[in-house]
Structures are given as C-alpha cells and as structure tokens.
C-alpha cells in the first residue's frame, strides 16, 4: 500500500482561539460567575467555556484581572438595584447609599471598593450624583458633601471587610484578643474597656454597622447647622 491509498485521519478538534473562539471578557465573567474568585485558576476557565488556556489568556492576562473582573460584576449587580426616593431627605439618602455600598463590597469578596471603573460602567454613580442633589439642596456646601460621602463610603466598604472576616470559621479575633489582653496583670485597671467588651458592644456586627453610620450622619447634621443655612 503506497502513502496515497492510506485514509487520511480525520483532524483533530482544536479548542478555539482568540478572537476566534466568540468570547469577550464579559462572556467570560458570565460564565464563571459561579465559581470562588480566591480559588478560580485559568484552567478551569478554560474547561467551562471549552477553549484552551492561550484563549482565555487572549482576553484577560492573569488571574489578578480576572478576580477584578468578577468583583466588578459581584459589586455592579448589587450596587445598581439602589433606588432613592426624589423626595428623600439627605439623611435617607446618604444612608440608602452607605448600605448599598456596604452589601456590593460584601457581594464582591471585600474587592469592590477598589475597583476602578471604566466608561461602561459609569451608570453606578448615578445613585451618588443623585445623593449629591439632594444635600446641595439642603444647604450642604461642596466640602462637607465630598467628605461627608466619602467618609460614609470609606466606612461602608471597611465595616464590610471587617464582617467578611467575622464570617470565617475561626471568626473574627477582634474581640477574644482584647479579653486575652485585659487578662494580662497590667490590664485589671481597665473596668470600663473589659465591662463593654463582656457585653458585646465592641463587635463587627449589624448593630455596629446602624450605630457607626448614625454617628457619621450626626456629625454632618451638625456641621450643616454650623454652616449657618
């Protein structure tokens, strides 16, 4: 038998490349939405979506992007639902803002305020823009309303941080430190510091989120009356 009686081989399936193979980055997070952001290697983006590694590395060069991306599309779907009321006050609103902040960050793994967003994503500061209507209106100058919010945001996403630490197994150490601190001999002067850490009012917890952000929103009250307006 010569080489030209031989059959041919059928060709191998090849996984897609590229442009190639139809992705996008947003086809891609859409796919792997399910998946652990911490735990999530380039392989297992490949299987799911039946490409190869050079595929998936066309559209997002390392792991660090891809978890960005993830934290974007976790953040962006629970930022986005905020809805605040045209006749809401500048607390309601500031307050409606902080909250929603705090739940995309937790949504997000911790990642979401440090996202940078790009024009396509510029529809989540619609709710900001409006808050910032709403204080200008209530006499708030530009000063007070740029700190105001950004401080209510700062605290926001870190109260959110601080709860995601609290939800692992071995809980969050905050507290069990400070009592295995005050068990120290040079620390039985400190009744005071002992007697709220006992009663539980030194925690990550909801109620410590309501309390912190009350405080914050008082203390813009009262620079608002200060202004004089």
């Not at 925690?203 to 405080?215: F, M, N």
């Amino acid at each position: 038998m010569t080489a030209a009686d031989e059959t041919p081989s059928e060709p191998r399936t090849r996984r897609g490349r590229g442009n190639r193979a139809g992705l996008t980055q947003a086809r891609i997070v859409e796919a792997v939405r399910d998946l652990d952001p911490d735990t999530i290697t380039v392989q297992a983006v490949a299987d799911r979506l039946g490409v190869d590694r050079a595929t998936v590395h066309h559209h997002i060069s390392d792991l660090g992007t891809l978890r960005e991306l993830m934290a974007l599309d976790a953040f962006a779907a629970e930022f986005q639902p905020v809805e605040i009321a045209p006749d809401a006050t500048w607390r309601e609103a500031c307050r409606a803002l902080a909250y929603s902040m705090h739940d995309a960050v937790i949504a997000a793994n911790g990642h979401g305020a440090y996202i940078e967003l790009s024009s396509t994503d510029v529809v989540l500061l619609e709710p900001v823009e409006h808050t910032l209507r709403i204080m200008m209106a209530a006499g708030f100058d530009d000063e007070t309303a740029a700190r105001g919010l950004a401080t209510l945001a700062s605290f926001a996403a870190a109260a959110a941080r601080e709860q995601l630490v609290a939800r692992r197994s071995s809980g969050h150490p905050q507290v069990p430190e400070l009592l295995r601190a005050l068990d120290d001999p040079r620390g039985a002067g400190f009744t005071n510091l002992r007697r709220l850490a006992e009663a539980d009012l030194v925690g990550v917890d909801d109620a410590q989120l309501h309390t912190s952000i009350d405080l914050i929103l008082d203390g813009m009250a009262a620079r608002l009356a200060n202004s004089g307006r």
